[in-house]
């Protein structure tokens, strides 16, 4: 409640606190939030190894979202020495459990080649997946894969309509595209104003 200002004032610090609290009595959910604050730097000074090592108590007791951020550590280097097959392993566990998250980051391994063999059906496999639990992030990598035809039939209509969506929920690297779409007059009539509105909101975000 802390954390979101919900019936109290927002406050980092005092998250913080309470996570810990329960995150010393081996919460899962507690020790993955208390990561978050870590790597994010909110209510402490940030570090990657502290949010780390909560990452991995919560993900070692099975908890899908911080097998996922586990994950994302190993995949960026972070806090960890890079790891792409570590990576894979986590995101996988998190995917088994049917964690939206994970499901865009393992398609993202799979379009790129990393820890795995690279194909492209089974990034768009799993972005579905993702995009079915309404993640804004694997709706702009499945409108990026119809945009240049990969794993699915060239589409420029598909690759706006998904592009949209997730430009709707705030993802910034969609409303670029978006915004690009309509510079290009590609799946929509051109309009310079339209790319203009979407490029700008996605300035804002930088």
């Known amino acids: 409640m802390y954390d979101k200002g919900q019936g109290v ?45 909560w990452y991995r108590k919560s993900a070692d007791q099975g908890y899908a979202n ?6 994302a550590m ?11 097959t570590e990576a ?8 088994e459990q049917g964690d939206g998250f994970a499901q865009d980051n393992l398609g993202f391994m799979y379009a790129k080649g990393r820890g795995v063999p690279q194909s492209d059906e089974e990034a768009v496999k799993l972005y579905r997946k993702a995009v079915e639990q309404g993640k804004a992030g694997a709706q702009n990598n499945l409108g990026w894969m119809y945009k240049n035809g990969l794993g699915v039939p060239q589409s420029d209509e598909e690759a706006v ?17 978006l915004g690009v779409m309509y510079r290009d007059g590609r799946g929509v009539p051109q309009s310079d104003a339209e790319a203009a509105k979407w490029i700008k909101k996605a300035a804002e975000k930088r």
């Open 161 to 177: 309509k998904w592009f949209r969506k997730a430009a709707e929920q705030g993802n910034a690297l969609a409303q670029y595209n």
């Open 66 to 71: 911080a097998q996922n951020n586990l994950g």
């Open 88 to 95: 894979v392993k986590l995101f996988r566990k998190a995917v």
């Open 9 to 53: 004032i927002q406050s980092d610090e005092e998250a913080v606190k309470w996570y810990r609290k329960a995150a010393e009595q081996g919460n899962a959910l507690a020790e993955d939030n208390l990561g978050v604050m870590f790597q994010k730097g909110r209510g402490v000074n940030q570090s990657d190894e502290e949010a780390v090592k």
């Open 74 to 84: 190993y995949r960026d280097g972070r806090g960890v020495p890079q790891s792409d």
